[in-house]
Structures are given as C-alpha cells and as structure tokens.
C-alpha cells in the first residue's frame, strides 16, 4: 500500500513540475513572439508601410500570436499579419 502512495506522488509531484515547465514555455513564447512583432512592425512604420507581415516562431501557441497581435496593435498604427507554423 505504501509503494502506491508514493508512487502516486511522484506522479503528482512530475505532473505539477510538467505544469510549471508548460507555463515557462509559454510565458516565454509569448514574449519571443511580441518582441519579433513589434520589431517587425516598428520596420514597417520606419519605411512608410501600411501593413507587416512576419513570422514568429513559437509553434502553434495561439496565446503568444494572439497576445502579439494585441500587443502591436495596441501600441502601433498598424495593420499586421502575423504567422506561426508548426514545422517538423
């Protein structure tokens, strides 16, 4: 009975730990992919375009492009097109 106990909580423990490693990547994706668009979108407006297309690599966390998205469009008179492919 022990050994079920214990397991079961190095199950939880690696399961809260995979949580948090989760949570890191994607606070990390989320600022990787609002840095690449404001510098892509600051590009822009430096040489007089209306609109920016970029590429942002963080896979498919839909979080990160949206919350580039908002951040940009936020800050920046700007209409922006932002892509995220998962590649293999």
């Known amino acids: ?3 079920i106990i214990v397991y079961n909580y190095n199950c939880c ?3 809260d730990e ?3 490693a989760k949570k890191k990547m994607g606070e990390q994706n989320i600022q990787k992919a609002v ?4 510098d892509a979108a600051e590009a822009a407006l ?3 375009k209306l609109f920016c297309v970029t590429h942002v690599d963080v896979g498919l966390d839909t979080t990160a492009v949206r919350e ?3 951040k940009v469009m936020d800050k920046k008179v700007l209409t922006l097109f ?3 492919l998962f590649l293999k």
Do not use: C
Not at 35 to 38: D, F, N, Q, R, V
């Open 68 to 70: 580039a998205v908002i």
């Open 82 to 84: 932002i892509f995220a």
């Open 13 to 15: 423990t690696s399961q």
């Open 35 to 38: 840095k690449s668009a404001m």
């Open 18 to 20: 995979l949580r948090k």
């Open 46 to 48: 430096s040489g007089n």
């Open 1 to 3: 009975m022990d050994g």
